[in-house]
């Protein structure tokens, strides 16, 4: 070894190998990096070592926008520009088979029981008029879980807004229409029985008193009954139909019109005194409809009508009649050129003091 050369310090550690080529470069000595910029759009601090959460579409009841008219309820948004049609086809289909359904039911069980009417050319299904006002009313009534069905499942809207601009049926508003549309009604009824006695008095085309058991037995099928069936018919026309067509009309009044042609002509051709009376009480109670956002006012009134039209026949045997409502007589439009805005009037301004929700909320 020669001394006169510097050796370099002795170490007990061997000489680190070179670096390898493929490393990546040290970031020793270099400024730390800025914190990667939050998505664009994402909640806040969410930063790209994160997925983006992206929106889904609502797999549940959609509500049309705040402030929407009773007729506007199905405007949420769902089922395209056409999704009517469909709701519409899918829905009548629906009732015109439940109606067939149970029509058919009350037939094969009148034939099961041999209570079937005498006459072979009867439209009845029963000796019985109270065995067939079962299947007559419930053939109506089987509409109101069919049309909450459509606006829930179809339309994909909460099923209480078909009742109300609130997704509810308001029974305290109900109860106070109840307190002036029976005794009005009542007093409608009473005026057109003295109007027309001598023309023809109440019972004359009756068996009369059916006695007491039958006719209280009547009288609780009737209680029982009568409001879904009047129910019924309100949601239909008064209802689910005016929300349906308000899905593409501009105005409440088209849906309004053509809800009360076709309930009109629902009740069949009669006298056209009848007729007029049914159109001109539905387009009083469609515009009522609109005005307080709900049917909890027409209900009632609908249901006092069949309540004390029921319990009348049901007292003097008339129950086995086949008549409606299409073949009242001319002093009935009469008097229902007085009583329908009557009554429309006075509960719309009670709603308008009480601040009735007429929009949703």
Known sequence: ????????????????????????????????????????????????????????????????????????????????????????????????????????????????????????????????????????????????????????????????????????LRWGWLGRCAVVGFPLMAVQIGVLIAWTWNDEPVGESGTGFPGWPVFLLSLAVILALVPFQAAAEEYVFRGWLVQVIGRVARTPWPAVAVASLLFALAHGFGELSGFLLLLYSALWWGWLVIRTGGLEAVIVMHVANNLLAFGLAAGFGELASTETAADAPWQAMVAELVFAPLYCLTVARIAGRRGIERVSP
């Open 1 to 168: 070894m020669n001394p006169d050369v510097p050796q370099p310090p002795h170490s007990s550690s061997p000489p680190s190998p070179p670096p390898s080529p493929w490393a990546p470069p040290s970031s020793a000595g270099e400024p730390p990096h800025p914190p990667a910029p939050a998505w664009p759009g994402g909640p806040g601090g969410q930063g790209w070592d994160r997925p983006p959460e992206w929106s889904r579409p609502p797999t549940g009841p959609v509500r049309a926008p705040s402030g929407s008219r009773y007729d506007e309820q199905g405007r949420n948004g769902q089922g395209g520009r056409f999704g009517w049609i469909g709701e519409l086809s899918a829905v009548v289909g629906l009732v015109v088979a439940g109606v067939l359904v149970v029509s058919i039911g009350g037939f094969v069980l009148a034939e099961l029981l041999d209570a079937g009417p005498a006459d072979a050319d009867s439209d009845l299904f029963f000796e019985d008029p109270v065995a067939d006002l079962v299947v007559q009313l419930l053939g109506i009534a089987i509409a109101i879980p069919i049309v909450l069905w459509g606006a829930r499942v179809i339309g994909r809207r909460p099923a209480g807004t078909v009742s109300s601009v609130v997704g509810r």
